[in-house]
């Protein structure tokens, strides 16, 4: 099974920015779309960003502008960068390959707040 470790969430402030890092076991990344999903508390998990095998993305409207996807197939890692950072950005950020969905890491816990 593909391990995912995610890392790169902490505190910072509203404006702020942080970069995740998604890393892979095997070379998934380079066989399947990946997408960073985010769970806040009470609420249920959701999709904020995936990047096809063709490197096309798309965002939930709620970060366009402000996230970027992108993956280093040699390096076997997703990164996901944000910017312009809100309160309502703060959860806990996870990533999947979406030909073995379901299979999640342990997430990075991002919070936003002054």
């Known amino acids: 099974q593909v391990q995912l470790v995610e890392s790169g969430g902490g505190l910072v402030q509203p404006g702020g920015s942080l970069r995740l890092s998604c890393a892979a076991s095997?070379?998934?990344?380079?066989?399947?779309?990946v997408g960073w999903y985010r769970q806040a508390p009470g609420k249920q998990r959701e999709l904020v960003a995936r990047?096809?095998?063709?490197?096309?993305?798309d965002y939930a409207d709620s970060v366009k502008g402000r996230f970027t996807i992108s993956r280093d197939t040699t390096k076997n890692t997703v990164y996901l960068q944000m910017s312009s950072l809100k309160p309502e950005d703060t959860a806990v950020y996870y990533c999947?390959?979406?030909?073995?969905?379901?299979?999640w890491g342990q997430g990075t816990q991002v919070t936003v707040s002054s």
């Open positions: 095997t070379t998934i990344f380079s066989r399947s779309a």
């Open positions: 999947t390959a979406f030909l073995t969905f379901g299979n």
């Open positions: 990047i096809t095998t063709g490197g096309d993305t």
